[in-house]
């Protein structure tokens, strides 16, 4: 509602959104999927249907709440009020869970209620739903709970919030809601509601493994040969280890039940809490626009991980962790042996891996071997028990175990006056080096990808598997990588950090996500005011003079700008344009060729594929916008020296140009408050810097051209497009 969208586009953007996230976390799905699929409402209906026809469900009349003001009743989420839980108080509880104590709720448990679109008391109203008899289910679910807490050895927290919901006293849980979104309950009385979303959504783990999968069975109904391990925030233990457990144990069917779980408690950010409802904090899109390399924000969140207690995200610890941590320990380390090695005959062995002999009798070695292969056995037990954090701190300690080897061998002195233990030295740092890269894979693998390329060996030879001795082997490292292989090239792996730097994301991410808008809404206020405050040039000799010198400081501010300064669309050059002449490609029935005024002294040619969406006409000396700095390219015989930008609707039947305000003066550069400094003068195609602004680049509700919800602002106003809402723009 908030976005003036159908549901069923909210959740095709941010399905969009999250994949592209996911991925450029180095995170990867056999299946990455959604519970608004055919599968989903089919295996939804048939274990309710199983568990109707088993009689463990119940029709009772409940208390909602129903906003007069908006005509419905309202969903949990849209329902906020103070939390009831004595000594909480909380002012903006929500109608399912109190974000500040933690403790589920029912929406007429709110005091004070009010809606959450409309801002209006809603009133309590008598609707009929279906309920879950958890107290019949009762002596089975707590059969499975004892039992597996232990084999699966849940974390604490999990079994804490479990015993939790438990000793108050299972009740009828209501599983059915007055939406018309979700999977429709199967029961003609029931027609006109949907399943609640905590009975439907993990039964979205079956079904997308079923949209993988038409054998999704064997790993679903298969608890003799299967292990269901699960990953969560600890809001959401209950309905994982109460609620889904007891639907399937309610079916009588050979479920697979989950196993083990690891629960996390709450990671704070800087002065408060991370909040999505709120827009507090940085999250995913924000994290992938810093330009922090994806290993270096792996490392952090993991090593960080709040897996006992709340813990902190501060900018400062960011920048502590990289610095120390990953550059100085981990990178220096790697860099150190291989570098080392790479160095020509006379000073190192021309990248070739030494032979070693006698490196079983060579004591300091033997010493390190010992110890490794302790920390290397206390790295696997803690991954099987799902101590993730545990688990990265021992695989560091390992590097640290590395450098005070190299300190202590004195490898540099050793070469002249011992070659023969320098070789055992450096074939054991070569080994250890690649020993980091396995036990750093789950954690940083973008890092071990370029281990491996810069050792040479391909991603097979990662392997920590008790059955090929490979846990054994870590304890004699010095017979891991084969005397007379060659290492590609050693370049360094992490970078420092900058205290400029930490100051600029801690002021760039400060406040709520609302509060940043705001700020970036008033800033771009100003510099439309201080736009019009400037004497815009129209004689041709001064417009080229301006253009020439534009140029130049774009120039020297590109040579000056650090290459690690994040990638926003501060980097991209888009001018207001006049297309002044526009006619159809020789060669080509799709594209037209433009001829585009953007302030210089020669106009720019342009290839447009907008043939079948706009009539020549209107296209004929029309203000638009235009990106500058891309690297030109040869579209059909013809180079097209810039982009032409332009808005389309999902399914790309609509697309309109994206045009400034009609007072905005040709060749302007487009400002995007909150996003400040030069664009590049050309932009690197193996940067992709275009390619990571894009996807953010979109039309509002409003039909205003925005950047991250910062609109296209020129001297005269804000860009907008025609008919095009919630559009991509390129």
Not at 574 to 585: C, D
Request: charge should be neutral; proline fraction near 6%; glycine fraction near 6%.
């Amino acid at each position: 509602m908030e976005e003036h969208c159908t549901p069923r586009q909210i959740c095709d953007k941010y399905h969009a959104i999250h994949k592209e996230i996911y991925e450029w976390f180095d995170l990867s799905f056999d299946k990455f999927g959604r519970t608004s699929t055919p599968q989903q409402t089919e295996i939804c209906q048939a274990i309710f249907q199983n568990l109707w026809e088993r009689n463990w469900l119940s029709e009772n009349i409940m208390q909602q709440l129903y906003c007069d003001t908006c005509s419905r009743f309202l969903a949990d989420r849209f329902v906020e009020g103070v939390c009831p839980t004595p000594g909480c108080g909380y002012e903006d509880a929500r109608g399912d869970q109190c974000e500040s104590c933690g403790k589920l709720l029912n929406p007429t448990e709110l005091l004070k209620p009010r809606c959450k679109v409309c801002r209006n008391p809603p009133r309590i109203r008598d609707t009929e739903h279906l309920f879950l008899e958890l107290p019949k289910l009762k002596d089975r679910l707590e059969e499975y709970i004892k039992n597996t807490s232990v084999i699966g050895g849940w974390s604490q927290n999990a079994v804490q919030a479990t015993n939790a919901w438990t000793r108050e006293g299972l009740k009828p849980r209501c599983i059915t809601r007055d939406l018309k979104w979700g999977v429709p309950v199967p029961l003609e009385k029931f027609k006109d509601k949907v399943f609640y979303v905590w009975f439907d959504a993990p039964i979205g783990y079956v079904s997308i493994t079923a949209c993988y999968t038409k054998d999704w069975e064997k790993w679903w109904k298969n608890p003799e040969n299967v292990e269901l391990f699960q990953f969560m925030g600890k809001d959401n233990v209950p309905f994982h280890t109460v609620m889904f457990p007891s639907t399937l144990l309610g079916t009588g069917e050979n479920w697979t039940l989950m196993k083990t779980i690891s629960v996390t408690e709450y990671l704070n950010y800087e002065a408060g809490k991370f909040s999505k409802s709120k827009g507090m904090g940085v999250f995913g899109n924000d994290a992938k626009d810093t330009n922090i390399p994806v290993e270096v924000w792996r490392y952090y969140l993991l090593t960080n991980r709040p897996e006992v207690s709340d813990t902190l995200f501060t900018w400062v610890d960011l920048q502590a962790k990289q610095n120390s941590e990953l550059l100085k320990n981990l990178g220096n380390f790697v860099h150190r042996c291989l570098s080392f090695l790479a160095k020509p005959s006379g000073e190192g062995y021309g990248s070739i891996v030494p032979d070693a002999p006698g490196a079983e009798a060579h004591k300091l070695t033997v010493d390190l071997g010992e110890r490794v292969g302790k920390l290397v056995e206390q790295y696997v037990e803690a991954m099987e028990k799902v101590k993730l954090k545990q688990g990265l701190k021992t695989a560091m300690s390992i590097s640290s175990e590395g450098n005070g080897y190299l300190q202590d061998s004195q490898f540099w002195k050793l070469y002249k006056e011992d070659p023969a233990a320098c070789a055992i030295v450096v074939k054991t740092s070569i080994g250890l080096v690649h020993l980091l890269a396995t036990l750093f894979e789950p954690f940083m693998p973008s890092f071990s990808h370029k281990v491996l390329g810069q050792l040479n060996l391909p991603y097979e030879t990662l392997s920590l598997s008790d059955e090929k001795g490979d846990v054994e082997q870590a304890g004699k490292p010095w017979n891991i990588v084969p005397a007379g292989h060659k290492i590609g090239k050693p370049e360094p792996l992490f970078s420092e950090m900058k205290d400029e730097e930490v100051n600029y994301y801690r002021r760039k991410f400060a406040g709520s996500q609302a509060d940043r808008v705001e700020r970036a809404a008033a800033e771009a206020i100003n510099v439309a005011e201080q736009i019009k405050k400037t004497t815009i040039s129209d004689g041709v000799e001064k417009k080229g003079a301006e253009a020439k010198k534009s140029a130049e400081a774009r120039r020297k501010s590109t040579t000056s700008t650090p290459k690690d300064l994040p990638v926003s669309i501060a980097r991209i050059d888009i001018r207001v344009g006049l297309i002044t002449n526009v006619q159809k490609h020789p060669d080509a029935d799709s594209l037209y060729v433009e001829e585009i005024d953007v302030g210089e002294p020669a106009k720019r040619t342009v290839v447009s594929g907008l043939v079948k969406y706009i009539p020549l006409e209107e296209m004929q000396n029309r203000k638009v916008l235009v990106v500058c700095n891309l690297k030109p390219a040869s579209m059909r015989g013809i180079k097209s020296q810039a982009m032409v930008l332009a808005a389309s609707n999902d399914d790309h039947t609509i697309v309109e140009l994206v045009s400034p305000p009609e007072d905005a003066s040709v060749g302007e550069r487009l400002k995007f408050p909150g996003f400040d400094g030069e664009p590049d003068e050309v932009l690197n195609p193996k940067k992709k810097i275009w390619e990571t602004v894009q996807p953010d680049l979109h039309t509002t509700t409003d039909l205003i051209a925005c950047y991250k919800g910062v609109p296209f602002t020129t001297s005269a106003g804000v860009c907008k497009v025609s008919s095009v809402t919630c559009g991509s723009i390129k």
